[in-house]
């Protein structure tokens, strides 16, 4: 089974340039999230997908993250404009359902993002 | 609000050396328990969990019991290997409230 794919790998701007990341989650995958994941934190979700709709964006800045999941597939996230502290690695997850206490998420390889 | 306090890293053991990383968590409701491992260069990937008290998770020689009493999760393994060198990251979801939680990782290095 293919895991979750996600593109480019690496990415390097400058401040105020838009920027945007690609997630293919597992096929048949319902849930679909994207969490940043700041050096030496762990991993805080942005948004979560339930199909093509949003159950939970609210720690998503909205004056410059967006987030679309048009056929309830794959997932674009974008920034613009880029600020230097949003350099971080973008990590995209998917579960068969909405998470449960016994659901497991599967998470890409991430996109690292560096800001300058 | 919910949260996983665990041990600072980094962490450096000699191959066979008996690991323990602890986590501790704080959660308004009854969390599920997980602990997750980064390797190098790859995304997080679901080592074990636990959800329910006294459950125990155990995967690849890693175990840890979810203690409600001392409200812990903490990670051991008997034996270390090189290969084990990543970074582990505990977390938890409370049912109803779905992002999960994760601490902020503790990188362990095993040498030879």
């Known amino acids: 089974e293919a895991g979750v794919a996600q593109s480019p790998r690496y990415k390097i701007i400058e401040k105020r340039q838009s920027v945007a990341f690609w997630c293919n989650p597992i096929s048949g995958h319902a849930t679909l999230y994207w969490y940043q994941q700041i050096l030496g934190q762990g991993p805080k979700l942005l948004i979560q997908f339930q199909n093509n709709g949003v159950v939970d964006d609210s720690q998503l800045p909205k004056d410059r993250f967006s987030a679309e999941r048009l056929k309830g597939v794959d997932s674009t996230l974008k920034i613009q404009p880029a600020k230097l502290e949003d350099s971080a690695v973008y990590l995209c997850?998917?579960?068969?359902?909405?998470?449960?206490?016994?659901?497991?998420?599967?998470f890409g390889p991430g996109t690292r993002l560096t800001v300058l | 609000g919910d949260s996983v306090t665990q041990m600072e890293g980094p962490v450096t053991l000699s191959e066979e050396a008996f690991l323990t990383i602890n986590c501790t968590y704080t959660a308004t409701g009854y969390p599920s328990l997980f602990w997750y491992v980064q390797y190098p260069g790859e995304g997080l990937q679901l080592l074990l969990k636990?959800?329910?008290?006294?459950d125990k998770g155990s995967n690849k020689g890693f175990e840890a019991t979810y203690r409600k009493e001392t409200t812990s999760f903490h990670l051991e393994k008997g034996s270390v290997q090189v290969s084990d060198s990543a970074v582990y990251f505990c977390a938890l979801l409370v049912p109803g409230n779905t992002p999960l939680v994760f601490g902020k990782g503790t990188r362990l290095s095993v040498i030879a």
């Open positions: 997850a998917s579960s068969p359902r909405l998470a449960g206490p016994t659901d497991t998420q599967y």
């Open positions: 636990a959800t329910k008290a006294d």
